[in-house]
Structure formats: structure tokens, C-alpha cells
């Protein structure tokens, strides 16, 4: 079964404007941790920004923010203004608990084109 | 700033041949892990280890080795490579609390297999 779920496949957005992809995950565990990576056209995959799951607060990096919905097992990805620069394939992910390795779970992603 | 390089960066080898993909972190990361991703199937894991000498079965080890001799160096090995093992290969390596707590990727390397 798949852990983290990105529905969205592609968007299209404006340049300048606001735009939010979705991923959900399931865990049984009582403590995980939720990243979003951004892959280039260029194939490079970079590291965004982490919401641990006992943290209340949402994650903000730069013009990235999380929306951290944990009864729904939600973790949103926000871009706030955005710029061209910003198309790319997002991804989503999480690790579950205090294991001595890591073990990531990768959503499919999705990709978001920004349209001058 | 996290260094994980891989090589070659592109490679064509011919079905049944032996294939080596090399990776390298200057991180100082215990986990190191190598995936491959296709078109519509995402990043899926090959194999990771959690110190030199240590390998591990991700979901899809069938036709894959890996070796880690050492903190900086972990290998993937197609002992007779198939044309269904063309894809994009990346390495990653892992840090354990606070900002290393993620995952830093490669840049990939493009295997095409004849």
C-alpha cells in the first residue's frame, strides 16, 4: 500500500500567485517526520523544508510553508508567490519514528508549472 | 553544504554486462541509499546501509548489489545488467537530528542498457 499519496499529477499556475499541493500519508506511528523535496528540470532533487509530526507549529522556509493537518494526515505544500523558477516536480515524504536508518517514503509527485 | 556526487553520469552498457555506479558524500552521513526512478513510479529503493560495511534490501534489490567500504563511498552493482534496469539512478545520503535529518541526492546518473 502506498504511504504518501500526491493526487495532484500537475498543476498550472500564474506567476505571482499563491498555489498548494496536497499529500497524505499513513503511519501508525506515534512519531514521524514529513519533507518536501523539489526536482529541476535538470533532474536535481533538492531538499525544501521538514514538519516534524509532535511540532504544532507549520514549518515556514523562505517563500515555502507547510499546512500540517495531523487528524487528517495532511501535509500541505504552500508556495507563496511564485516565480518561474519554481516549475518543477514536488515531492513529498516521511520517515517513521526514532529507528536507528532512516527509511523515507516518496509520493509519485507532482508537477507545477509556472506561467509568466 | 551537502556533497553527494555520483559517477559516471551517464552510461551505456549492454545486456549482461557487469555495471558499477559510484557514489561519494563528504557529509560524514551514516545512511547512504541508492534509487532508481521511472516514469510513473517515483523514487523506489534499491539498497541503503547504515555504516561502511553495512548493505541493505530496499523494496526492489532483485539485480542489484551495493557495497560500502567505507563512510564516503557506497556502490550499486548490476552483475548482468537488463534492459529493464535503463532508468535514472540516485544516490542520497542521511544525517541523523536536527538539519541533517533529511535526505541529499546525487545528481543522478542516466543508465541505458542495450
Known amino acids: 500500500a502506498q504511504k504518501v499519496t500526491q493526487t495532484q499529477t500537475s498543476i498550472s499556475v500564474m506567476e505571482k500567485t499563491t498555489v498548494t499541493m496536497d499529500c497524505v500519508y499513513e503511519t501508525q506511528d506515534s512519531s514521524y517526520f514529513l519533507f518536501w523535496y523539489k526536482q529541476t528540470a535538470s533532474g536535481e532533487i533538492v531538499f525544501l523544508i521538514r514538519?516534524?509530526?509532535?511540532?504544532?507549529e507549520n514549518a515556514t522556509v523562505g517563500h515555502y510553508s507547510l499546512n500540517f493537518q495531523k487528524p487528517k494526515s495532511s501535509i500541505g505544500l504552500i508556495i507563496t508567490a511564485t516565480q518561474i523558477e519554481d516549475s518543477a516536480v514536488y515531492f513529498c515524504?516521511?520517515?517513521?519514528?526514532?529507528?536507528?536508518?532512516?527509511?523515507?517514503?516518496f509520493g509519485k509527485g507532482t508537477s507545477l508549472t509556472v506561467i509568466p | 553544504e551537502a556533497a553527494v556526487t555520483q559517477s559516471p553520469r551517464n552510461k551505456v552498457a549492454v545486456t549482461g554486462g557487469k555495471v558499477t555506479l559510484s557514489c561519494n558524500q563528504t557529509?560524514?552521513?551514516?545512511?547512504m541509499y541508492w534509487y532508481r526512478q521511472d516514469t510513473g513510479h517515483g523514487l523506489r529503493l534499491i539498497h541503503y546501509?547504515?555504516?561502511?560495511?553495512?548493505?541493505e534490501k530496499g523494496d526492489i534489490p532483485d539485480g542489484y548489489k551495493a557495497s560500502r567500504p567505507s563512510q564516503e563511498n557506497f556502490s550499486l552493482i548490476l552483475e548482468l545488467a537488463t534492459p529493464s534496469q535503463t532508468s535514472v539512478y540516485f544516490c542520497a545520503s542521511g544525517g541523523w537530528g536536527g538539519d541533517q535529518d533529511t535526505q541529499y541526492f546525487g545528481p543522478g546518473t542516466r543508465l541505458l542498457v542495450l
Open positions: 514538519q516534524d509530526s509532535y511540532k504544532k
Open positions: 515524504a516521511m520517515r517513521e519514528g526514532n529507528t536507528g536508518y532512516q527509511n523515507f517514503y
Open positions: 546501509s547504515y555504516g561502511a560495511g553495512s548493505t
Open positions: 557529509n560524514n552521513h551514516n545512511n
